[in-house]
């Protein structure tokens, strides 16, 4: 079992920055690929970044390239999601999730684990 809890979500202006954390407990989390998933109001959960259990190889949804940055500290057993230039479409809930499959896989159907959301708001 794992339990994964995310912070750092709130209010931000366009053009502006929030940094998510997500930190887990239980199996180690130096073993589980991780991942950054959001869901918008009346949509389906969609897969922003995931990253593999040593952090050397990563995915990003093409709308978040080059804005957002997903990383991991497995000392601190806590994933991170920067997120820079804010767009209103950025706006929904975030969620952390842990897969026990190899790599880093994409798809939400891999991840087994699942934290609460924290709520992200990009409005002026």
């Known amino acids: 079992q794992v339990q994964l809890g995310e912070s750092g979500g709130g209010l931000v202006q366009p053009g502006g920055s929030l940094r998510l954390s997500c930190s887990a407990s239980?199996?180690?989390?130096?073993?589980?690929?991780m991942g950054w998933f959001r869901q918008a109001p009346g949509k389906e959960r969609t897969t922003v970044a995931t990253?593999?259990?040593?952090?050397?190889?990563?995915y990003y949804e093409d709308s978040v390239k080059g804005r957002f940055t997903i990383s991991r500290d497995n000392a601190k057993n806590t994933l991170y999601l920067q997120m820079d230039s804010l767009k209103p479409q950025d706006t929904a809930v975030y969620y952390c999730?842990?897969?026990?499959?190899?790599?880093?896989?994409?798809?939400?159907?891999?991840?087994?684990?699942w934290g609460q959301g924290t709520q992200v708001t990009v409005s002026s």
């Open positions: 999730a842990a897969s026990e499959a190899a790599g880093n896989p994409p798809m939400k159907q891999y991840y087994t684990y």
């Open positions: 990253i593999s259990w040593s952090g050397a190889t990563t």
């Open positions: 239980g199996r180690t989390f130096s073993s589980l690929a």
